[in-house]
């Protein structure tokens, strides 16, 4: 388990002394990060404003290659080899060429922090003034700042608010029950564009609902399916999830994870990307804290790495927009046909390519060159 530096009341004392490497965020993209410098020498300081694993950011549903590569097995609450399509004229099933697994959001960060040599504190981060990070309980400097802060990018310029943004919204009840299927809804009784989805996680399943238009409200169709499945709408948990990619450095700063936009569009699969581009920045930061590298170096190298991936995202984007536009009586035979195995193997193994589990190979040290996967 972590070791909690949780600061209350008369502990909340001022952060001291200055780190080489200032990871605010500590969920998959900064513990991504962190784990990355693990061995470096490098005093690195993972800031959040809650203890490592205590507030859950999502389903928690990554590709099983992932969890193993990062040797997270442990939290892994169920796998599945299968992926169940509803629309409202038929179900599809189709037979994945690798397998998602639901894990224990806890578990897994307290896994990853384990395996981090990095100081954690809590604290809020409101801002910075260059290489100086501002918080509740003060300042933080570090020549390498990291913003893994979420979809509102704290350290950024520019502000990022919701209805206005390209952002989506996803909302989620947890019942105490279990299932077996992992399954998602293309209905506009829930959403008219998105989905809703059940993924069970050992005794509890996760049931919601997302919606690409950030200002459809999702908590009364969240509801809705929660019942229709006969299950409890209780222990809710929601956020903003980005859908567009945005610049991954600004500044000086490095931005990893939803901060930089990261989340895929369409599948709002955010977790693995994290992880990706997490691990990317950490060799880059290596690479300066050895000397092979100016700041301005890695700056660039993983700016480009990340603008890389741009025509990848700009292609998931697209099916977001086109498939709700498709009417629902042709929505069943679509996705029938799709689920021929010869495309379902085709598609979802290049989705995987985009982030594939290979990427984390023993995640230490980095390999050169950086490259984007193909
Ligand atoms: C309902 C829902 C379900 C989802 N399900 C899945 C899924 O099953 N699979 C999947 O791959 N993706 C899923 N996603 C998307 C996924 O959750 C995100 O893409 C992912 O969490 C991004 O990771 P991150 O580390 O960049 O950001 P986050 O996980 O959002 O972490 C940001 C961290 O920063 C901290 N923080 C934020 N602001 C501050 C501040 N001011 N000061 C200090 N700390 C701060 C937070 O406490 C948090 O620990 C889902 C999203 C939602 C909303």
Known sequence: MPQRKTKRGAERTPLTGDADVLVCGASF?????????????????????????????????????????????????????????????GTSRYRLPWTFSTFDYPQLCGLLFDRCDAEFETAKVDGRSGFTVHTDRGDASAALVVDALGWRRVLG?????????????????????ADRDLEIWIDRRYVPAGYGWSFPAGDEVRIGVGSFDPRFHVRDTTVLLAEDLGADPVRYQGNWIPHRLRDATEDGVFFVGDSAGHCLPLTAEGIRTAFYFG????????????????????????????????????????????????????????????????????????????????????????????????
């Open 279 to 374: 691990i990317a920045c950490g060799r880059e930061l290596r690479a300066v804290l050895r000397g092979d590298r100016t700041r301005e170096e890695a700056l660039r190298r993983y700016h480009e790495f990340s603008a890389a991936h741009e025509w990848k995202y700009r292609w998931m984007l697209r099916a977001q927009r086109l498939v709700p536009r498709v009417p629902p009586r042709l929505l069943a035979p679509a996705i029938g046909v799709m689920g021929a195995q010869r495309f379902v193997d085709w598609s979802f193994g290049h989705y995987l390519r985009i982030a594939p589990p290979s990427f984390a190979g023993d995640s230490l040290p980095a390999p050169e060159p950086l490259r984007a996967a193909a």
């Open 29 to 89: 993209a900064g513990l991504a990060v962190a784990r990355a410098l693990a061995g470096s020498g490098a005093r690195v300081l993972l800031l959040d404003r809650y203890e490592i694993g205590e507030r859950q950011t999502s389903a928690c549903a990554a590709p099983t290659g992932w969890l193993e590569a990062l040797g997270l097995e442990d939290s892994i609450r169920q796998t599945f080899t299968e992926l169940v399509v509803h629309t409202p004229h």
């Open 157 to 177: 310029g520019q502000g990022f608010q919701p209805p206005d943004a390209p952002l989506s919204r996803g909302l989620e009840v947890h019942p105490w029950r």
